[in-house]
């Protein structure tokens, strides 16, 4: 059993250490739809480091979330749930084998996802393919241009996102000064990448730490796909091998409900004998069971007949 | 066209009655933007999920999918999953391509007989069809397990020959010499260690695929700790390193691949006989060693990528020699000479083996 399945999720934060959720003014009108100031210089930076973050550790726990809820609390992931306990949401790592999206067309969030990516690869993401893959940016700024190595860098990366799941690669560019981070699973991408976004690469036994808040933080977007010819292979033997697995999987169920046909075919045939009625027994209709869409079930309230 | 929306059986449930709310043009379909007539409803009462349509009827109807959860109707499976199987069974590429400028999008949607959408039509149909396309699928698999796909894979990571001249100048003698090559993987070892050297890593082996198999070795998930350090693996140079949490669960992995015969032999030039441990993950095989020396460092397997992929180039060609000296071996227990044993001869004669030394170095 999981540790966080142990105890109660604990309260992150205050509410009264929570700000009045207003941005700082970098325009003339404050849209309150999107919460952004909007109309002044449009060189403004929106870079900054948060001053929250999750601890996996403390931080997980059991919610007041019902049981078929598979939708993850967002203000968990960054660090500033003041809820705790009594959160609607779910307060732990996503686990693959447990923690299953409720629908493709939704992130582990609840929040819907867009038909392309945007233009800065930024946002909730596209429902057209799974992307396990980040883009990490903006490196040099999270560590407030700290001198280290490529090697540090990476295990740097590799220490602040292993234990938001498991990590199939990892692979910092040096020319490029960012990174490649790519999951095992889609959901703990998205889950990542709203820990991440914002954070600062500083760890508290650097003489930087004190001054972390000045930096900015870390750009986590959806990577592209890589270019890379064998890659690319790869990626074509792993999409073979999981389309044969697929095959298997939908023969076996279409076997299985042949053969759950036949049966019932076969109870209603023996009952008919058993009967000894005159009447012959019904013919077997061949029926599957998602076959055809289902028959619409408008019921209730028709606001467009009022 | 009926006001009725396509939902799939998933997204309805298993309640008899479902209460149904319609908002007529109440929402913009994600995939063509034109308003439609919305639907929310529960799966079942108690439910806290609301679930509401996303796409347009015209839209689901042309894919052939759930205007709430956009997988197929027949097989419950994404779009593009349908297309990468359908391209399998009819041995030519089929995909869905969407339209990315809005004018198109609304465009193609009125359209009928749009060709961009990819398998949906082959799904459209009476029973026979789809019990046609079973029948291809069935040939399908048969066809493509009988093929040699998992061999042709282990071909991706060759190193060619290009690439072995291009970074035959780069010296990586610094970084041999601290790598325990000459170390044997026995059950006692004289100073016992909690870290091992891995090599022959595919670059498409997933860290957690590795994390997971020795878990399973140990019979503990948490073998390893938080540290970095503790489990590095280097796609690009083709090797890692990992670190037990303690000697126990060390030892333990040791015995594990020893109980199950996963152990090879190699010959030093010196004529030193050295184990290495196998660890076989998939159709994969990570050779391991011992890393008994305390000089392990975040640059121990070099410090650019041209180091790397020059470090993993010397361990391929490690893994050839060693690989000879184990069929010679086993050659020499049956008794029988073999091509392969008469060209590993020929070749020690010729002095190129010559060139992976017993200290392997370069």
């Keep these: ?306 | 066209m009926s006001t009725s929306p396509i939902i799939c059986e998933e997204c309805l449930g298993k309640e008899d009655d479902i209460r149904m709310i319609r908002v007529p043009e109440g929402a913009e379909c994600k995939l063509c933007t034109l308003t439609f007539d919305l639907f929310h409803f529960k799966k079942d009462k108690r439910s806290d999920t609301i679930i509401k349509t996303i796409l347009c009827p015209a839209c689901a109807n042309q894919r052939n999918i759930c205007q709430c959860c956009m997988l197929d109707m027949i097989w419950h499976i994404p779009i593009e999953e349908r297309d990468q199987l359908l391209s399998l069974i009819k041995r030519y590429n089929i995909t869905t391509k969407e339209a990315t400028n809005e004018m198109m999008k609304r465009f193609l949607v009125l359209k009928k007989g749009n060709k961009q959408i990819g398998g949906a039509t082959m799904m459209i149909g009476d029973d026979s069809k789809l019990d046609m396309l079973m029948q291809e699928m069935r040939d399908t698999l048969e066809r493509e397990k009988s093929s040699t796909f998992t061999s042709e894979s282990k071909n991706i990571n060759k190193i060619s020959k290009h690439d072995a001249s291009k970074f035959a100048n780069i010296n990586i003698h610094h970084i041999i010499e601290k790598l325990p090559l000459s170390e044997s993987l026995t059950k006692e070892n004289s100073t016992p260690t909690t870290r091992f050297f891995l090599y022959n890593i595919d670059s498409s082996l997933a860290e957690w695929k590795i994390d997971d198999k020795i878990s399973q070795i140990v019979d503990d998930g948490e073998w390893k700790d938080l540290h970095p350090l503790s489990m590095m693996i280097n796609h690009k140079a083709t090797c890692g390193t990992i670190n037990f949490r303690n000697d126990k669960l060390a030892e333990k992995f040791v015995n594990g691949l020893i109980s199950s015969g996963d152990v090879i032999s190699c010959k030093t030039k010196k004529g030193e006989v050295l184990q290495r441990g196998i660890l076989k993950i998939e159709y994969f095989n990570l050779y391991v060693i011992p890393w008994i020396k305390d000089n392990f460092t975040q640059n121990s397997f070099g410090n650019n990528t041209k180091e790397y992929i020059k470090l993993s180039i010397t361990l391929r060609n490690l893994i050839i020699s060693e690989m000879k000296f184990k069929q010679s071996t086993t050659d020499k227990s049956t008794g029988r000479v073999t091509k392969a044993s008469r060209q590993s001869k020929s070749k020690k004669k010729s002095k190129k083996v010559g060139r992976i030394t017993s200290s392997f170095a370069l």
């Design chain 1, 1 to 306: 059993m999981a540790s966080w399945k142990s105890h109660k999720a604990r309260r992150q934060v205050k509410e009264s250490d929570l700000s009045d959720g207003i941005p700082p003014q970098n325009g003339t009108v404050f849209n309150q739809w999107y919460n952004k100031w909007s109309h002044g210089s449009s060189s403004s930076n929106n870079r900054f480091v948060s001053p929250f973050r999750l601890n996996v550790e403390k931080d997980s726990g059991t919610t007041a979330s019902s049981h078929d809820c598979h939708t993850f609390c967002l203000y968990f992931a960054r660090g500033c749930c003041a809820l705790g306990p009594k959160c609607q949401y779910l307060h732990h790592i996503p686990d693959s084998h447990e923690d299953k999206p409720s629908s493709r067309v939704k992130d582990c969030f609840g929040r819907e996802k867009h038909s392309q990516y945007r233009d800065d690869m930024s946002g909730v993401g596209s429902f057209q393919s799974l992307n396990p893959t980040l883009y990490i940016g903006g490196i040099s700024n999270a560590l407030n241009e700290k001198p280290l190595k490529p090697i540090q860098i990476e295990n740097r990366l590799k220490y602040v996102f292993t234990p938001l799941g498991p990590i199939e690669k990892i692979r910092y560019v040096e020319n490029k000064n960012c990174a490649f981070i790519k999951f095992k699973d889609t959901i703990n991408a998205e889950f990542a990448k709203e820990v991440m976004s914002n954070q600062s690469l500083l760890l508290p036994n650097d003489k930087e730490w004190d001054r972390k808040m000045d930096g900015m933080g870390l750009l986590v977007k959806w990577a592209h796909e890589d270019p890379d010819p064998n890659a690319k292979k790869r990626r074509a033997m792993e999409q073979h091998q999981s389309s044969l697995k697929l095959m298997e999987s939908l023969l076996k169920q279409y076997d299985d409900d042949d053969d759950s046909e036949k049966n019932k075919d076969k109870i209603k045939f023996t009952e008919n004998k058993a009967k000894s009625s005159p009447e012959p027994a019904p013919k077997r209709q061949k029926q599957k069971p998602i076959d055809t869409p289902p028959a619409p079930l408008v019921l209730g309230y028709n606001s467009d007949s009022d």
